[in-house]
Structure formats: structure tokens, C-alpha cells
């Protein structure tokens, strides 16, 4: 994973741990059911990676093609 698609995620997830609102200025943010670990977009899959931030399981995957972070909660 590039870096910039890194801190993209970091900024989104620890957002979202911190005050729960899935959102972000540069980026759509879309939050999945829980426990999800993967998405399809357009006919292509985004895998999720889980981050750990506050105690809480955070799942989260970027993609490029469409500037979208999707998010689930562990």
C-alpha cells in the first residue's frame, strides 16, 4: 500500500474511533455492516485491513480508484 493511501486511512479511522462519525473532507467515507472484511466496487474487491485504535476493532480498506474509504467495526 502506498504511503499516501496509509495516512489516509490512519486520519479516517482514528476520526471515526474517536468521535464515531464516519466522514472525512478529502475522501468518501462509507460504513459498512459490522464484521465485514471485504467490499466489491464495480466489480472489484477491497480488502479490509483491521486497525486497533482506543480498544476498538476497526476494519478499513482504500480505494484508489474511486478516493473511497470503506469502514466496519470489528
Same mark, same amino acid.
Given at each position: 500500500?502506498?504511503?499516501? #493511501?496509509? /495516512?489516509?486511512?490512519?486520519?479516517?479511522? =482514528?476520526?471515526?474511533?474517536? /468521535?464515531?462519525?464516519?466522514? $472525512? $473532507?478529502?475522501?468518501?467515507?462509507?460504513?459498512?455492516?459490522? +464484521?465485514? @472484511?471485504?467490499?466489491? =466496487?464495480? $466489480?472489484?474487491?477491497?480488502? *479490509?485491513? #483491521? !486497525?486497533?485504535?482506543? #480498544?476498538?476493532?476497526?476494519?478499513? +480498506? !482504500?480505494?484508489?480508484? @474511486?478516493?473511497?474509504? !470503506? *469502514?466496519?467495526? +470489528?
Amino acid at each position: 500500500m502506498q504511503s499516501e #493511501e496509509k /495516512t489516509i486511512l490512519q486520519r479516517v479511522v =482514528e476520526n471515526f474511533a474517536l /468521535t464515531g462519525v464516519a466522514s $472525512d $473532507d478529502q475522501v468518501t467515507v462509507i460504513n459498512l455492516p459490522k +464484521g465485514k @472484511s471485504v467490499t466489491i =466496487e464495480n $466489480d472489484r474487491s477491497v480488502m *479490509l485491513e #483491521e !486497525y486497533k485504535v482506543n #480498544e476498538k476493532s476497526i476494519w478499513a +480498506g !482504500y480505494s484508489s480508484r @474511486s478516493n473511497t474509504v !470503506y *469502514l466496519s467495526l +470489528g
